[in-house]
Structure formats: structure tokens, C-alpha cells
T-cell receptor, first 113, second 109 residues
Framework: SAVISQKPSRDICQRGTSLTIQCQVDSQVTMMFWYRQQPGQSLTLIATANQGSEATYESGFVIDKFPISRPNLTFSTLTVSNMSPEDSSIYLC??????????FGPGTRLTVL | QQPVQSPQAVILREGEDAVINCSSSKALYSVHWYRQKHGEAPVFLMILLKGGEQKGHEKISASFNEKKQQSSLYLTASQLSYSGTYFCGTESSARQLTFGSGTQLTVLP
């Protein structure tokens, strides 16, 4: 397994502002993902953030809205830009450990007013 | 395309058994199962790779029928700690998981 931390754990933001979420892993991992989970809903993949390449975004998510950095094998950031109340959600990073197992960070609970 | 989970919700008494199903319209590389408690991150339970294997984890086991593109999670002699929402995540390529809508399991004393 891996120990994954996220900062901040929660935040309340004003409409139109941006928030950067950090994901830190205690070991080097190649594959990292960012997910969104809206209240009472399932998890939706936002993008894949592999070190050494540009992030790849899923349908409905764009780089201008959710820029991602992956400077090294233990760290990534997701920025939620120009926020609106519809962006209120839990944002989770996940990593692949070993050949197949995928583990999630504790999540960042974002509320946009 | 999102896999279909059934049932949406189930209520059990402690000690009873439950089965949660997950089916996909796409060819699958693997199926992952997670449990999420309210306000917490999903916790990895197990992964099943194509090949029709079955796995066990304490009193929780799962099967994967590659031909039918289906997986089932079996909870036997359920405990109060089993309560939560169970998600299947299907992997068709590149380690990207597509999650089902979840099954809310409630175990009553």
C-alpha cells in the first residue's frame, strides 16, 4: 500500500477564485489520478497525471479549468480554477501501487459559495 | 461507460450474507472493489484480473466472469463494520477506473 496525504482537507471558497489541491505520496509512483466525487455520487475520473508527460483529461474536463502539475514521482497538484458552486465536491487523488492496486488519498472537500 | 451495480441498496442483519453485482458493456482488463464509509476515502478491497479468478479477503470474496463482463462481491456472515457504500471500478485500459454508482450496504445489529 501507500500513504497518501492531501492538502487542504477541506476549504470554503468564493465564486471566481481558484484553489490548488496537493497530493503527496510516501513512495515513488508512476501513475496518479485525480477524481471528483459529488455528494452522494460515484467517483468520476478527471485526469491521469503521469510523471514526465502531460496530464490527459477525460471527456468533460479541460486543462484550463483543472490544470495539473506532476513535478516528481511523489507529488501532484490539481487546481480548480474560476470556481462556481457546481465545483463543490470532494476531490481525491489516487495512485497505482505494484502492478495493479489503486489507493486513494483522504480527499479534499471543497465548498464554493 | 459506467458499469451497472445491483442492488442499489441492501439492509442486512448481522450474520447474514449479501451479494453485490457489477456488470459492464465493455471488455474488461480487471475489476476493482472498494468500500467507502461516510466522509471517508474509498478503501481498496480487492482486484480481480481477467481470467475468471475468484479471490477472498476475510469473509469477503469476489468473482470475475470475463466472458460475461461481470463481477460479484460476496459478503458472508456480515459484521457491523461492513456497512458502507461498495463501488466496483472497471478497468478497460491504462489503469483508468470507471466506477459504478455504488451499493449502499447497511448491517443492523
Amino acid at each position: 500500500s501507500a500513504v497518501i496525504s492531501q492538502k487542504p482537507s477541506r476549504d470554503i471558497c468564493q465564486r471566481g477564485t481558484s484553489l490548488t489541491i496537493q497530493c503527496q505520496v510516501d513512495s515513488q509512483v508512476t501513475m496518479m489520478f485525480w477524481y471528483r466525487q459529488q455528494p452522494g455520487q460515484s467517483l468520476t475520473l478527471i485526469a491521469t497525471a503521469n510523471q514526465g508527460s502531460e496530464a490527459t483529461y477525460e471527456s468533460g474536463f479541460v486543462i484550463d479549468k483543472f490544470p495539473i502539475s506532476r513535478p516528481n514521482l511523489t507529488f501532484s497538484t490539481l487546481t480548480v480554477s474560476n470556481m462556481s458552486p457546481e465545483d463543490s465536491s470532494i476531490y481525491l487523488c489516487s495512485v497505482v501501487v505494484g502492478p495493479n492496486e489503486q489507493f486513494f488519498g483522504p480527499g479534499t472537500r471543497l465548498t464554493v459559495l | 461507460q459506467q458499469p451497472v451495480q445491483s442492488p442499489q441498496a441492501v439492509i442486512l442483519r448481522e450474520g447474514e450474507d449479501a451479494v453485490i453485482n457489477c456488470s459492464s458493456s465493455k471488455a474488461l482488463y480487471s475489476v476493482h472493489w472498494y468500500r467507502q464509509k461516510h466522509g471517508e476515502a474509498p478503501v481498496f478491497l480487492m482486484i480481480l484480473l481477467k481470467g475468471g479468478e475468484q479471490k477472498g479477503h476475510e469473509k469477503i470474496s469476489a468473482s470475475f466472469n470475463e466472458k460475461k463482463q461481470q463481477s460479484s462481491l460476496y459478503l458472508t456472515a456480515s459484521q457491523l463494520s461492513y456497512s458502507g457504500t461498495y463501488f466496483c471500478g472497471t478497468e478497460s485500459s491504462a489503469r483508468q477506473l470507471t466506477f459504478g454508482s455504488g451499493t449502499q450496504l447497511t448491517v443492523l445489529p
